[in-house]
């Protein structure tokens, strides 16, 4: 079983930056590919970004491209997303997720699951 903490959400205004880091306990993550999803109110969860095991590939969502960097510490079972330039429309809550398939673009393709942390960009 794998236990996964998201932090580093609040309150920024747009043009802003915040670091979200998912810290995951109870078994190593570095043979899982890990992503981050989020999810506004009234609409379904969506693909942000993901990385591979190896830290070696990432994928992006357009929406987010030039934007957001994932990255990974695997010695500290680690995931983040640097959010850079943020838009109103960047506001949901984040989740992070472990999981076998890279890019895993698909919430399904993802077996942990993080709490989420709210992100919310003014405007």
């Known amino acids: 079983q794998v236990q996964m903490v998201e932090s580093g959400g609040g309150l920024v205004q747009a043009g802003g930056s915040l670091r979200l880091s998912c810290a995951a306990s109870g078994r190593t993550l570095s043979r899982y590919s890990m992503g981050w999803f989020r999810q506004a109110p009234a609409k379904e969860r969506e693909f942000v970004a993901s990385?591979?095991?190896?830290?070696?590939?990432?994928y992006y969502a357009d929406s987010v491209k030039g934007r957001f960097t994932i990255s990974r510490d695997n010695v500290k079972s680690t995931v983040y997303l640097q959010m850079n330039s943020l838009k109103p429309e960047d506001t949901a809550v984040y989740y992070c997720?472990?999981?076998?398939?890279?890019?895993?673009?698909?919430?399904?393709?993802?077996?942990?699951w993080g709490q989420g942390t709210q992100v919310t960009v003014s405007a």
């Open positions: 990385i591979r095991w190896s830290g070696g590939n990432t």
């Open positions: 997720a472990a999981g076998m398939y890279f890019p895993g673009l698909r919430p399904l393709e993802y077996g942990y």
